[in-house]
């Protein structure tokens, strides 16, 4: 699908372009109430439609969460979250089914412009329905957007492959969504994630039947009409035996909200010999350069290897946030399955990064592998923390294990955290960890070749990093390439 | 109008204020090579970074023009980009950016630099591969990180094969014949040779007269204490190497 292919391109080129002067949309959204109480809870389930059982996990939830206290043990440093002066349900107001683009709300017109997308494409987003006889006078034969949205989704219906809003799977799909949600990330587990069960506005949800290699890379981008998923994000992907799917998560593309504070949750499900390949680019607004602003990314990410010879792995470029505590990580249930997490981490100016990953090697034969870049620059600190750990019963488990730290400048800091636990004594966990300091000799060595001095930083970390781009699918290997050296701007001198 | 004019150079280390260049003046035309020769710590390495604007050093008086133009209202990547080009002493490693990948960033910076189209892919292999065959580097040293792994000889030989590729103006090798054996230094300075045309000017800095065999400068310069403190035709290498540096050192003293 070239076609398809094209407009990813040609958005994303220049998302990232428009980066840095960043804007916001002024529109009129509906909220919930300030605060959070039973009544809040009530309000968003009652928005989404959900049905009674729902509402009753999502209670559970939150009455369990009133009993919890906010994790400290993480290496980042905030002012106290006040959780009753925040809004907890934020959704744009439901649009009547446009037939013009002269009726889409001019201030949403204007961010399109400044992106550059074509009005042609404008429409799609906003779902303009033209009359039917005048859409088929304006199909554009090079560039036909709406078609190909349609195309996307009739060949994943062809392929069985459930993919839309989950609180639309909520209704239509509800024993799936009753077999599997909460059952890798149960909704006690943490105060984040137990937040999230509550309060969760919306997210993805994906099923992939037995057998089936799902025919594109699935990625958010395309769930048109539910863009804005906010605040409290809730995922769900499984892939059925035999099942692969590979899903994208987020954009280059500067992502403001005025929402602080964002907990989201990832729950992934393989079963026999399934998989799954998750990537993330997250470069939400990282705050100002005081370090003033910017938000706080609370995100529980885990995956389960549940069937023999399952495999997950996940790849994440993080360049945003002004405080991260993310941890996607793999329970290894299935014999032989495996594990595998990629991680560029990239802060700069005030942010804290503390990120990592767990590898619970709980089947036989289970075998994992870790690779991560840090990279720290202007005031940040960025720690990785990771857990390796094999169960008594967890024969022949295997782990490697690399940590990469760079500094640049000396005003950061990079800390590596790993804890190892075997309790099997066949277990091999190898875990090699460096830290290293951008030269200034390496630097001037590409200067004196004609590179500027920001040129020079963003080739140096490219190449520091180029393990992991390699993990993505090739397109978001290119622009996050380009979005870690807009990251870096003005680190150094 | 001379390529280089370098008019009574004084320059000191910023980090503790030492002075190492105490008035150095230099001219440099098109088609010549120059050799610098001098004792270790006599600043000649000093000299090759503060042309190419490598940080840590304060010009304290004295002036350096390039094409008659104040080098040092210039950043260093522009100076690059004019046509000033240092092969270094000791070539950095850059681990994950395939040679390759780097050759063609920089050319392209280059050319971006001076108003020009970037290069073509067609155009660029072409030319890497017609270089690179007559430096005897292997296509495969091109595909990995810049100089990792590199012997002391590939590292100079990529030095050379860039300099190639860019086609500089004024070309410094800074101790181009440190740890190279005999044959590696030959394949070196062949390369180097065949550089040598009317357009372009040579500054080669070095501690050895031996390199001077491969590579036969016009004019010779001793330096001592941060100065020049003779010049001559070739021949006063010859002379260097049998009476060595000492008589120099009470001169400049």
């Given at each position: 699908?070239?076609?398809?292919?094209?407009?990813?391109?040609?958005?994303?080129r220049i998302d990232v372009d428009q980066y840095r002067y960043g804007f916001e949309t002024i529109i009129e959204t509906e909220k919930a109430p300030k605060g959070l109480s039973e009544d809040t809870v009530r309000f968003i389930s009652e928005k989404k439609g959900e049905p009674a059982w729902m509402l009753e996990w999502r209670l559970e939830a939150y009455r369990r969460w009133l009993t919890m206290t906010e994790p400290t043990w993480a290496r980042v440093d905030y002012p106290k979250i006040d959780y009753q002066d925040l809004y907890y349900y934020a959704a744009p107001k439901p649009k009547k089914t446009l037939t013009s683009i002269d009726e889409i709300d001019p201030e949403i017109l204007k961010t399109y412009e400044k992106l550059g997308i074509p009005l042609r494409e404008v429409e799609m987003l906003e779902g303009v329905v033209r009359p039917e006889g005048e859409r088929r006078v304006a199909v554009d034969a090079v560039f036909d957007s709406v078609s190909v949205a349609t195309t996307f989704k009739e060949e994943l219906r062809k392929a069985g492959v459930i993919f839309m809003p989950i609180s639309e799977a909520i209704r239509e799909h509800p024993e799936l969504v009753k077999k599997y949600l909460g059952t890798v990330v149960p909704t006690s587990d943490n105060y984040f994630a137990t937040l999230n069960s509550a309060v969760?506005?919306?997210?993805?949800?994906?099923?992939?039947?037995?057998?089936?290699?799902?025919?594109?890379?699935?990625?958010?981008?395309?769930?048109?009409?539910?863009?804005?998923?906010?605040?409290?994000?809730?995922?769900?992907?499984?892939?059925?035996?035999?099942?692969?799917?590979?899903?994208?998560?987020?954009?280059?593309?500067?992502?403001?909200?005025?929402?602080?504070?964002?907990?989201?949750?990832?729950?992934?499900?393989?079963?026999?010999?399934?998989?799954?390949?998750?990537?993330?680019?997250?470069?939400?607004?990282?705050?100002?350069?005081?370090?003033?602003?910017?938000?706080?990314?609370?995100?529980?990410?885990?995956?389960?290897?549940?069937?023999?010879?399952?495999?997950?792995?996940?790849?994440?470029?993080?360049?945003?946030?002004?405080?991260?505590?993310?941890?996607?990580?793999?329970?290894?249930?299935?014999?032989?399955?495996?594990?595998?997490?990629?991680?560029?981490?990239?802060?700069?100016?005030?942010?804290?990064?503390?990120?990592?990953?767990?590898?619970?090697?709980?089947?036989?034969?289970?075998?994992?592998?870790?690779?991560?870049?840090?990279?720290?620059?202007?005031?940040?600190?960025?720690?990785?923390?990771?857990?390796?750990?094999?169960?008594?019963?967890?024969?022949?488990?295997?782990?490697?294990?690399?940590?990469?730290?760079?500094?640049?400048?000396?005003?950061?800091?990079?800390?590596?955290?790993?804890?190892?636990?075997?309790?099997?004594?066949?277990?091999?966990?190898?875990?090699?960890?460096?830290?290293?300091?951008?030269?200034?000799?390496?630097?001037?060595?590409?200067?004196?070749?004609?590179?500027?001095?920001?040129?020079?930083?963003?080739?140096?970390?490219?190449?520091?990093?180029?393990?992991?781009?390699?993990?993505?699918?090739?397109?978001?290997?290119?622009?996050?390439?380009?979005?870690?050296?807009?990251?870096?701007?003005?680190?150094?001198? | 109008?001379?390529?280089?004019?370098?008019?009574?150079?004084?320059?000191?280390?910023?980090?503790?204020?030492?002075?190492?260049?105490?008035?150095?003046?230099?001219?440099?035309?098109?088609?010549?090579?120059?050799?610098?020769?001098?004792?270790?710590?006599?600043?000649?390495?000093?000299?090759?970074?503060?042309?190419?604007?490598?940080?840590?050093?304060?010009?304290?008086?004295?002036?350096?023009?390039?094409?008659?133009?104040?080098?040092?209202?210039?950043?260093?990547?522009?100076?690059?980009?004019?046509?000033?080009?240092?092969?270094?002493?000791?070539?950095?490693?850059?681990?994950?950016?395939?040679?390759?990948?780097?050759?063609?960033?920089?050319?392209?910076?280059?050319?971006?630099?001076?108003?020009?189209?970037?290069?073509?892919?067609?155009?660029?292999?072409?030319?890497?591969?017609?270089?690179?065959?007559?430096?005897?580097?292997?296509?495969?040293?091109?595909?990995?990180?810049?100089?990792?792994?590199?012997?002391?000889?590939?590292?100079?030989?990529?030095?050379?094969?860039?300099?190639?590729?860019?086609?500089?103006?004024?070309?410094?090798?800074?101790?181009?014949?440190?740890?190279?054996?005999?044959?590696?230094?030959?394949?070196?300075?062949?390369?180097?040779?065949?550089?040598?045309?009317?357009?372009?000017?040579?500054?080669?800095?070095?501690?050895?007269?031996?390199?001077?065999?491969?590579?036969?400068?016009?004019?010779?310069?001793?330096?001592?204490?941060?100065?020049?403190?003779?010049?001559?035709?070739?021949?006063?290498?010859?002379?260097?190497?049998?009476?060595?540096?000492?008589?120099?050192?009470?001169?400049?003293?």
């Amino acid at each position: 699908m070239p076609a398809v292919q094209e407009t990813v391109d040609r958005v994303r080129r220049i998302d990232v372009d428009q980066y840095r002067y960043g804007f916001e949309t002024i529109i009129e959204t509906e909220k919930a109430p300030k605060g959070l109480s039973e009544d809040t809870v009530r309000f968003i389930s009652e928005k989404k439609g959900e049905p009674a059982w729902m509402l009753e996990w999502r209670l559970e939830a939150y009455r369990r969460w009133l009993t919890m206290t906010e994790p400290t043990w993480a290496r980042v440093d905030y002012p106290k979250i006040d959780y009753q002066d925040l809004y907890y349900y934020a959704a744009p107001k439901p649009k009547k089914t446009l037939t013009s683009i002269d009726e889409i709300d001019p201030e949403i017109l204007k961010t399109y412009e400044k992106l550059g997308i074509p009005l042609r494409e404008v429409e799609m987003l906003e779902g303009v329905v033209r009359p039917e006889g005048e859409r088929r006078v304006a199909v554009d034969a090079v560039f036909d957007s709406v078609s190909v949205a349609t195309t996307f989704k009739e060949e994943l219906r062809k392929a069985g492959v459930i993919f839309m809003p989950i609180s639309e799977a909520i209704r239509e799909h509800p024993e799936l969504v009753k077999k599997y949600l909460g059952t890798v990330v149960p909704t006690s587990d943490n105060y984040f994630a137990t937040l999230n069960s509550a309060v969760f506005s919306d997210g993805s949800f994906v099923y992939v039947p037995e057998g089936v290699r799902c025919p594109m890379e699935l990625s958010t981008y395309f769930r048109i009409n539910e863009r804005n998923t906010g605040q409290f994000e809730r995922t769900l992907i499984i892939a059925d035996k035999g099942a692969y799917v590979s899903y994208l998560e987020g954009c280059t593309a500067p992502q403001r909200d005025e929402n602080q504070l964002h907990a989201a949750v990832v729950e992934l499900v393989a079963l026999d010999d399934a998989e799954i390949k998750y990537s993330t680019v997250q470069n939400w607004y990282p705050g100002d350069a005081e370090g003033k602003g910017g938000i706080y990314n609370f995100v529980t990410k885990r995956g389960d290897c549940r069937g023999r010879n399952s495999k997950i792995s996940w790849t994440q470029v993080e360049t945003g946030s002004a405080i991260t505590w993310k941890y996607p990580s793999c329970i290894l249930r299935g014999d032989n399955s495996r594990g595998e997490f990629y991680s560029i981490a990239i802060s700069n100016g005030y942010q804290q990064v503390d990120s990592g990953t767990k590898m619970l090697h709980l089947g036989k034969n289970t075998s994992s592998r870790i690779i991560s870049k840090g990279i720290a620059a202007g005031r940040s600190q960025n720690t990785y923390r990771g857990l390796v750990s094999a169960h008594r019963k967890a024969q022949g488990a295997r782990n490697f294990t690399a940590c990469d730290s760079l500094l640049i400048g000396d005003k950061c800091g990079a800390h590596t955290v790993p804890y190892i636990e075997a309790k099997n004594s066949s277990a091999i966990f190898e875990h090699e960890a460096t830290t290293s300091k951008i030269s200034e000799d390496m630097l001037f060595y590409c200067i004196q070749r004609g590179l500027s001095q920001e040129e020079a930083v963003a080739l140096v970390v490219n190449g520091f990093v180029k393990d992991v781009l390699q993990q993505l699918p090739m397109e978001f290997a290119v622009e996050a390439q380009k979005l870690i050296s807009i990251s870096l701007e003005g680190s150094v001198g | 109008m001379p390529l280089l004019e370098v008019r009574n150079l004084h320059v000191r280390v910023e980090d503790d204020g030492n002075e190492i260049l105490h008035g150095l003046s230099l001219t440099v035309n098109k088609g010549e090579v120059h050799a610098i020769m001098g004792p270790n710590g006599s600043g000649k390495s000093t000299l090759s970074h503060v042309l190419a604007g490598k940080p840590g050093y304060e010009v304290t008086s004295g002036e350096v023009l390039f094409e008659g133009e104040d080098i040092f209202a210039m950043e260093p990547d522009e100076r690059a980009a004019k046509g000033l080009f240092l092969a270094f002493q000791y070539p950095v490693e850059i681990p994950g950016v395939a040679t390759m990948n780097f050759l063609r960033t920089a050319l392209n910076a280059q050319r971006k630099a001076r108003g020009e189209e970037e290069i073509s892919t067609p155009d660029f292999l072409k030319k890497v591969r017609k270089v690179a065959d007559s430096l005897n580097i292997p296509q495969d040293m091109l595909r990995r990180g810049v100089n990792v792994g590199f012997s002391g000889g590939e590292k100079k030989r990529n030095e050379v094969l860039q300099m190639a590729l860019f086609e500089p103006k004024l070309c410094i090798l800074d101790e181009m014949d440190s740890g190279l054996d005999i044959d590696a230094l030959r394949i070196a300075a062949d390369g180097v040779n065949a550089l040598r045309s009317k357009g372009r000017a040579m500054i080669v800095i070095t501690h050895y007269q031996r390199l001077l065999n491969y590579i036969v400068p016009d004019h010779v310069h001793v330096m001592s204490k941060g100065r020049v403190v003779k010049s001559g035709g070739k021949d006063l290498a010859l002379e260097l190497e049998a009476s060595g540096y000492a008589q120099f050192e009470e001169q400049a003293a």
